[in-house]
């Protein structure tokens, strides 16, 4: 089985070496024929905006959406969860295979980034939040996290199918459960 990362911009190393220490087989994809024999696809932190522009110049989109209705798995990170969504600011997403919405920069400016302590269906994760988007699930979306007390209620990690979508960044943490759990979904 082998996962790719998107590699048009963001954080691609960190889910290389995250990959890396589970055994999984990787490769980056920048075009279309780098999806090829895939089972499932992260999309990294960055920029949401210059992604869904790459994404748009290099038919990717068109082709990401074909594999997910062919039963590819996909994890999005802050920005990528961004363009999985179905709705984002209020407009359709990139991609739009995760019914939720998105709020950019929901809780801040890069200085406003922070980190706390959140409990997932896969125990308690330390939560790196950088510029991250709200999400808010929509029917036939799963949460797997919230946010924890004053501010219970925050979705930060949703799921639908075969698709996950993350406000914070697990690739920046040696905790590789969110990654693992990844790898079972891609896998079945």
Do not use: W
């Not at 590699?7 to 055994?23: F, I, K, S, T």
């Not at 994404?55 to 990401?64: P, V």
């Not at 939720?100 to 980190?115: H, K, V």
């Not at 929509?138 to 993350?166: C, F, Q, W």
């Amino acid at each position: 089985m082998k996962i790719g990362i998107l590699a048009l911009q963001g954080a691609v190393q960190e889910h290389e070496r995250a990959l890396d220490r589970l055994g999984a087989s990787h490769v980056q994809v920048r075009l279309p024929k780098d999806l090829a024999g895939l089972a499932g696809l992260i999309l990294p932190g960055g920029e949401s905006t210059a992604m869904a522009r790459y994404l748009e110049e290099y038919s990717l989109g068109d082709e990401i959406q074909a594999r997910a209705a062919r039963g590819m798995a996909f994890f999005g990170i802050c920005a990528g969860a961004i363009l999985l969504c179905t709705e984002v600011d209020g407009r359709s997403g990139a991609l739009g295979l995760l019914p939720a919405s998105a709020r950019r920069n929901a809780y801040g400016r890069q200085l406003a980034s922070f980190e706390e302590n959140i409990d997932t269906r896969l125990g308690p994760f330390h939560g790196i939040f950088i510029r991250a988007p709200r999400l808010e699930p929509r029917a036939g979306t799963e949460v797997l996290a919230y946010r924890i007390p004053p501010h219970e209620g925050d979705a930060v990690l949703l799921r639908s199918g075969k698709v996950l979508g993350a406000s914070f960044h697990p690739e920046l943490t040696d905790d590789d459960r969110l990654h693992r759990f990844f790898l079972e979904l891609a896998a079945s």
